[in-house]
C-alpha cells in the first residue's frame, strides 16, 4: 500500500488559496459572516472591511519513501486585494526529501474589472520517489515507442520535480460574471436563480496559462526532463459551491500546446512538440436528507483526454510528437483513478468515470476536540466512491473500454479555515493508496 501526503496538483492553486468573499448586494462576507457594507464612509470600518487574514496549519506525518516529515501550510487572505490570496506550503523529512509551494491568486489590475491574474511555483526533490518509466529507459538510449503505456516500469529513485505557472482568466459577462471577475468568486446562495443555461447560470470563464514543467530522475537522465508551453482552458462552473456542492455542474475544456525548443548540439536538451486536449464535466444532485444524515449528494465526473500528435514523427529528431510522461495524458493519483499511483497510466488517450456518494452527519465532534478547536471547521463529510478507467495508445472507443482498470474507496472530508482537506483509501486492483489531500477531486 501506497501512503501519500500533501501533494500539489497543478490545478489547485486557485481552489486551495481562494479567500472565500461572498459578494452580494453592497454588503461583503467573508466565509458567510457579514463583515461592513461597501458603502460605509467611515473610512477605519472600509480599512477593517479588507484587513489581511492569516491562517498557519502544521503538521507531521510519516512514509515509506518519505520517512519522518514535518511542515506547515499558511493562507494569507485579503492580501492586498479584497478577492486576493497567498499560500506557501512547505516540508521536510529526516529522508532530506523536501517540498516547496507558493500561490498568489486572483489579482486584479486597474481598469480590468473581467479579469484575474494568478501564479504558482512548485519545486520538490524526493530521495526515494516512486515514477513509471519507458521500458528500456535506463543507461542507454530510449527505444523508439518505449512511451506507450503498454511499457512502463515501475522505479525508486531520487528526483527533481517543479513547475511554474501563469493564470490570466478573463469572465465573461454572462451569469454571475455579469458584475466583474472578482464578484464571481462568491458562492451562490439557496435563493439564488439556477439554469443549465450558461448565460444565465454559473460562471463562464476563458484562462489562458503559460506553464513549465520539469522533471530529472538519477539513472535516468535519457528521458525528456522539460515541457513548456501554453494551456488553454475553456470552463463554465455552475457549481452553488465548489467545497461542498449540491447542484449543478462543472465543464471544461483544455488544449495544451508545448512548441517544442532546441537545446544543445547533442539534443540533450532538446523537447519535441505536442498537444493534448482534456474534456472534464461533473455534475451533482441532491437526494433527501435524513436526521442523522441532513445532505446526501450524488456526485458524478466524466474524464476523456487525447493527444492528437502522438503519431506524428519527426524526422529530424527521429522522435514522435509526443508529450514526456510527467507533462501527458495519464490516470492514477489524486483526482483520476485514486486506487493507482500518481501518472501510474500513461498513454495517447484515456477515459475515466467517477461516482461518489456524499453525506454530511448531522453529528460534528470535530469542532470540541483539541487541536480542531483551534480552527474553524464548519462541516465534515463521509464519501464512498468508485471510479473505472482505461488509458490506450490510440484514441479508439473500443480500446479505451476494453479491460478497464476500477478502484473503490472511501474517505473523510472537512473544511478547515476555507481549505477542503480529504482523507481516503482507495483500493485498485492489485493496488491500494492512502491519500491525504486538499480540495474535492471534483
Not at 466565509?31 to 470600518?45: I, Y
Amino acid at each position: 500500500m501506497l501512503f501519500s501526503v500533501i501533494a500539489i496538483s497543478p490545478v489547485a492553486a486557485e481552489k486551495l488559496a481562494n479567500p472565500g468573499i461572498r459578494v452580494t448586494g453592497s454588503d461583503i462576507y467573508d466565509d458567510g459572516n457579514v463583515v461592513e457594507p461597501v458603502a460605509s464612509a467611515d473610512s477605519e470600518r472600509v480599512r477593517y472591511k479588507f484587513e489581511p487574514e492569516f491562517v498557519a496549519v502544521p503538521f507531521i506525518f510519516s512514509t515509506e519513501t518519505l520517512s519522518t516529515t514535518v511542515g506547515a501550510a499558511g493562507v494569507l487572505k485579503h492580501a492586498g486585494q479584497a478577492q486576493a490570496s497567498i499560500l506557501g506550503i512547505g516540508l521536510y523529512s529526516s529522508t532530506d526529501s523536501w517540498v516547496s509551494y507558493l500561490a498568489a491568486s486572483n489579482y486584479q489590475l486597474p481598469n480590468l474589472d473581467r479579469w484575474l491574474f494568478s501564479g504558482e511555483f512548485y519545486r520538490a526533490n524526493y530521495k526515494q520517489g516512486i515514477y513509471f518509466v519507458p521500458e528500456g529507459s535506463a543507461g542507454g538510449s530510449l527505444v523508439s515507442g518505449a512511451s506507450d503505456s503498454s511499457q512502463r516500469t515501475r522505479i525508486v529513485t531520487e528526483g527533481d520535480k517543479s513547475y511554474s505557472k501563469v493564470h490570466i482568466k478573463y469572465v465573461l459577462p454572462w451569469g454571475k460574471g455579469a458584475n466583474g471577475a472578482a464578484r464571481s468568486l462568491m458562492p451562490s446562495k439557496s435563493g439564488d436563480d439556477f439554469t443549465w443555461d450558461p448565460r444565465e447560470s454559473g460562471v463562464t470563464s476563458i484562462d489562458l496559462t503559460p506553464f513549465v514543467k520539469t522533471q530529472e530522475l538519477v539513472g535516468y537522465e535519457n528521458l525528456p526532463t522539460k515541457a513548456q508551453g501554453l494551456e488553454l482552458t475553456l470552463d463554465w462552473d455552475n457549481r452553488d459551491n465548489g467545497k461542498s456542492s449540491t447542484r449543478g455542474g462543472h465543464t471544461s475544456l483544455t488544449f495544451t500546446r508545448d512548441f517544442g525548443s532546441r537545446g544543445s548540439s547533442d539534443g540533450a536538451d532538446s523537447g519535441e512538440s505536442w498537444t493534448t486536449w482534456e474534456f472534464e464535466q461533473s455534475a451533482f444532485f441532491s437526494l433527501e436528507g435524513s436526521a442523522w444524515f441532513p445532505q446526501q449528494i450524488l456526485a458524478l465526473n466524466f474524464y476523456l483526454a487525447d493527444t492528437p500528435t502522438w503519431n506524428e514523427y519527426d524526422s529530424g529528431t527521429e522522435q514522435y510528437q509526443r508529450p514526456p510522461s510527467f507533462a501527458g495524458v495519464s490516470l492514477g493519483g489524486f483526482e483520476h483513478l485514486r486506487g493507482y499511483s500518481n501518472r501510474q497510466l500513461v498513454g495517447r488517450s484515456a477515459v475515466l468515470y467517477s461516482v461518489e456518494y456524499r453525506v454530511q452527519p448531522a453529528w460534528q465532534p470535530l469542532p470540541t476536540l483539541p487541536f480542531f478547536n483551534l480552527y474553524n471547521i464548519p462541516w465534515w463529510q463521509w464519501v464512498v466512491f468508485a471510479e473505472t478507467g482505461q488509458v490506450a495508445d490510440n484514441f479508439s472507443a473500443s480500446e479505451l473500454h476494453d479491460d478497464m482498470k476500477w478502484t473503490l474507496g472511501v474517505g473523510a472530508r472537512f473544511e478547515v479555515e476555507g481549505v477542503v482537506v480529504r482523507a481516503e483509501f482507495a483500493q485498485g486492483e492489485g493496488s491500494s493508496q492512502f491519500l491525504v489531500m486538499v480540495n474535492q477531486p471534483f
